[in-house]
């Protein structure tokens, strides 16, 4: 994300410039952007026109210049500090292909319900804010904080796990204190998972040797775990999806309503699926904390709990997303898609064959679980078809 504020040729360092000294580099600020938002790994974001340090202080759709970063010639306005900075990027900066659509919170990160109505009424996503921070020294629940916060009939959704700016003591130092949430994903991880793997900082963390190699830490711990890559646009919708989802259940029948975007429930670990008397139930993993079950794209979905039944056909996990994935008398169909180089495990039962389209450079059967991994292949077909 970027501050139009900062970037623009009429922000802070263009011809609007407050010190004429800092006056001369905005043109290079907006191609950088460019270049950044070009890469393959990169959704643009906004991070507002002027940053907003305190949201509470918006009265009357006004902010004391205080409160904000001091643009010569602008009066405030949330519709501008919103959508118009959308639009900056989205007409200055951003390639067609890939349009900003996202918010990520400035400053204490507190919007007001007045702020997040604005949001919903104009479908903007949100992110930012929470204080998740847990680690070692400090292996508090306390220190996990939700997946977001509702305020009057509006969510607000928090990241993962704060930033290396609190790390790092508000960049006082030590600069290698980032290193430190790699604690944090372990223990919301382990034993119960509550968050995923969000690598937050900001660009400072490049200009120095120990925040730098903080990061190479992080990266590499994080690139080495299970995981499925997905883009914050993505995260989002499924944590709004997370506080609106419907559940009922009659004796071991639950009936799953909403999950448009969270395609994955938890039950406990000592507890089976029959997938053959489910509907829209695709998959089940067994985690530390229980098992986690697969839901195809529907929304809704009928998962039957019975006892531990061993010859069932089902997904494992997969690093891409199962996007589509319907079950017929004798066969089932299963689209993947992905960000990331294809690696699917999927559990085959006796008298059923696994066919995948394209054929992986790497395929093994143990114990019958297929692995299937490929090398640059991020979209897979796959059927399984049975006697």
């Known amino acids: 994300s970027i501050i139009e504020g900062e970037t623009a040729l009429h922000g802070l360092f263009g011809f609007n410039s407050i010190d004429p000294y800092e006056g001369d580099i905005s043109e290079e600020l907006e191609n950088l952007s460019r270049k950044i938002f070009r890469l393959?790994?990169?959704?643009?974001?906004?991070?507002?026109?002027?940053?907003p340090f305190y949201w509470g202080k918006i009265i009357n759709d006004d902010l004391d210049p205080n409160y904000r970063l001091q643009v010569k010639n602008y009066d405030f306005s949330l519709d501008r500090e919103i959508r118009g900075?959308?639009?900056?990027?989205?007409?200055?900066?951003?390639?067609?292909?890939?349009?900003?659509?996202?918010?990520?919170?400035?400053?204490?990160?507190?919007?007001t319900q007045t702020t997040l109505d604005y949001m919903y009424k104009n479908n903007v996503l949100q992110i930012n804010g929470g204080?998740?921070?847990i680690v070692n020294d400090q292996p508090w629940l306390s220190n996990i904080a939700p997946y977001g916060i509702k305020r009057g009939d509006y969510y607000q959704i928090f990241t993962g796990a704060q930033n290396e700016n609190v790390f790092t003591n508000d960049w006082i130092g030590p600069f290698w204190g980032f290193?430190?949430?790699?604690?944090?994903?372990?223990?919301t991880d382990k034993p119960k998972r509550f968050k995923p793997i969000d690598i937050y900082y900001h660009t400072y963390s490049g200009s120095k040797r120990a925040s730098l190699n903080a990061l190479h830490k992080i990266y590499k711990w994080a690139i080495k775990q299970d995981v499925m890559p997905i883009y914050t646009s993505k995260y989002i919708p499924k944590v709004m999806d997370f506080y609106e989802v419907s559940l009922a259940n009659e004796k071991d029948t639950w009936l799953i309503r909403g999950s448009k975007n969270l395609k994955t429930v938890r039950i406990e670990k000592d507890q089976g699926v029959d997938f053959g008397a489910s509907h829209g139930i695709v998959g089940m993993k067994t985690h530390e904390s229980g098992r986690y079950i697969h839901l195809n794209q529907d929304e809704k979905q009928i998962l039957v709990l019975s006892?531990?039944?061993?010859?069932?056909?089902?997904?494992?996990?997969?690093?891409?997303?199962?996007v589509h994935a319907n079950r017929y008398k004798k066969s089932i169909d299963l689209l993947f898609q992905g960000e990331v180089a294809a690696e699917i495990r999927y559990h085959v039962a006796k008298g059923c064959e696994l066919n995948a389209m394209p054929i992986a450079e790497e395929q093994s059967k143990k114990d019958g679980v297929v692995l299937l991994k490929y090398t640059s292949n991020k979209d897979v077909h796959v059927i399984v078809t049975c006697e």
């Open 179 to 187: 290193k430190k949430v790699i604690q944090t994903f372990e223990l």
């Open 40 to 51: 393959e790994n990169i959704e643009p974001a906004s991070h507002t026109f002027t940053h």
């Open 131 to 133: 204080d998740t921070v």
């Open 307 to 322: 006892q531990e039944r061993k010859n069932q056909n089902y997904l494992i996990d997969a690093n891409v997303a199962l």
């Open 85 to 111: 900075s959308l639009e900056y990027i989205n007409t200055r900066l951003a390639p067609k292909a890939k349009q900003a659509n996202m918010i990520f919170w400035s400053g204490d990160c507190l919007p």
